[in-house]
């Protein structure tokens, strides 16, 4: 059997741990993914989504419980080493980029991901050529653009061009946080095709956050419920292509024992 890419074995995090303000964020979690899986997490507001992606990035440590890469343990690790392996883009267009920096700045940088510092050699002619037929694959013109400061792109531009970044250098993970909940509708349309043909052109483990539930079903080869900070549904390929959206909603009002009334889950 293949070695899975992604272990989380037993990872449990509390925050302000002894004070009244104590929160378990995640609770025991245990998640395996294979090389190439495109894992759909789903799950309201508070249920652990994000602090898991956060855990496995290593923004902060955990309670207890292991996290294991192409089978390195890497639970001790700091944030800026797993950078090398993983890359992540958040909600927040403005979060993956570095607006004073040109698109050609921007995308060097990405380039040097995990190599050593210094970008004048990634600013040639040759290099120059590589962004430009990278950044073709997004459609938006900005392969004419590599002068152009990043903080004159829109919102959309700004998040196709972080999820290129993030995959530029193919990185063992991809953790995608809500990566289109900021964009309109036609601009989160666009970024989330460019997801599909970049994940699956270069076959990347990927894990996706998203609160919009037609997005979770119609994506992805493996579907995950959480709530309270643990993992309570987990659905493989044919299970997810049987449901439909009230299925889905039906399945978190019997999790939370309500309806959903004020979450931010959107029905498609």
Same mark, same amino acid.
């Given at each position: 059997?293949?070695?899975?890419?992604?272990?989380v074995?037993?990872?449990? +995090?509390?925050?302000?741990?002894?004070? @009244?303000?104590? !929160?378990?964020?995640?609770?025991?979690?245990?998640?395996s993914?294979?090389?190439?899986?495109?894992?759909?997490?789903?799950? %309201?507001?508070?249920?652990? +989504? %994000?602090?898991?992606? %956060?855990?496995?990035?290593?923004?902060?440590?955990?309670?207890?419980?292991r996290?294991v890469? &192409? #089978?390195?343990d890497?639970? &001790?690790?700091?944030?800026?080493?797993?950078? !090398?392996?993983?890359?992540?883009?958040?909600?927040?267009?403005?979060?993956?980029?570095?607006p %004073?920096?040109?698109?050609l700045?921007?995308?060097?940088?990405?380039?040097?991901?995990?190599? $050593?510092?210094?970008?004048?050699?990634?600013? #040639?002619?040759?290099?120059?050529?590589?962004?430009q037929?990278?950044?073709?694959?997004?459609?938006?013109?900005?392969?004419?653009?590599?002068?152009?400061?990043?903080?004159?792109?829109?919102?959309?531009?700004?998040?196709?061009l972080?999820?290129?970044?993030?995959?530029?250098?193919? @990185?063992?993970?991809?953790?995608?946080?809500?990566?289109?909940?900021?964009?309109? $509708? +036609?601009?989160?349309?666009?970024?989330?095709?460019?997801?599909?043909?970049?994940?699956?052109?270069k076959?990347?483990?990927t894990?996706?956050?998203?609160?919009?539930?037609? /997005?979770?079903?119609?994506?992805?080869?493996?579907?995950?419920?959480? /709530?309270g900070?643990?993992?309570?549904?987990?659905?493989g390929?044919?299970e !997810?292509?049987r449901?439909?959206?009230?299925?889905?909603?039906?399945?978190?009002?019997?999790?939370?024992?309500?309806?959903?009334? &004020? &979450?931010?889950?959107?029905?498609?």
């Open positions: 059997m293949t070695r899975p890419m992604l272990v074995d037993g990872i449990s +995090k509390t925050f302000n741990p002894g004070t @009244p303000n104590a !929160k378990q964020a995640l609770r025991d979690v245990r998640l993914l294979q090389p190439g899986e495109f894992v759909i997490i789903i799950g %309201s507001n508070g249920a652990g +989504k %994000s602090t898991l992606l %956060s855990a496995i990035a290593g923004r902060f440590s955990v309670d207890r419980g996290i890469l &192409d #089978g390195v890497m639970t &001790d690790w700091p944030e800026h080493r797993r950078a !090398k392996a993983i890359g992540r883009v958040f909600q927040d267009p403005l979060m993956g980029t570095s %004073s920096l040109s698109i700045e921007n995308m060097a940088i990405a380039d040097k991901r995990g190599k $050593p510092r210094g970008l004048r050699s990634s600013l #040639g002619a040759a290099h120059r050529r590589r962004y037929e990278a950044l073709k694959e997004l459609e938006l013109g900005l392969e004419g653009r590599l002068g152009a400061k990043v903080g004159t792109l829109s919102g959309g531009e700004r998040q196709a972080s999820l290129l970044m993030a995959t530029f250098t193919e @990185p063992k993970l991809l953790l995608l946080d809500e990566h289109t909940a900021a964009l309109d $509708p +036609k601009r989160a349309e666009l970024v989330l095709k460019l997801t599909e043909r970049i994940v699956r052109t076959g990347l483990t894990l996706m956050i998203t609160h919009n539930m037609e /997005h979770a079903l119609r994506m992805g080869d493996r579907l995950i419920m959480m /709530h900070g643990e993992i309570v549904l987990d659905l390929r044919e !997810k292509a449901m439909r959206v009230p299925d889905l909603l039906a399945a978190f009002e019997r999790v939370r024992g309500e309806a959903l009334l &004020d &979450d931010r889950l959107v029905l498609g």
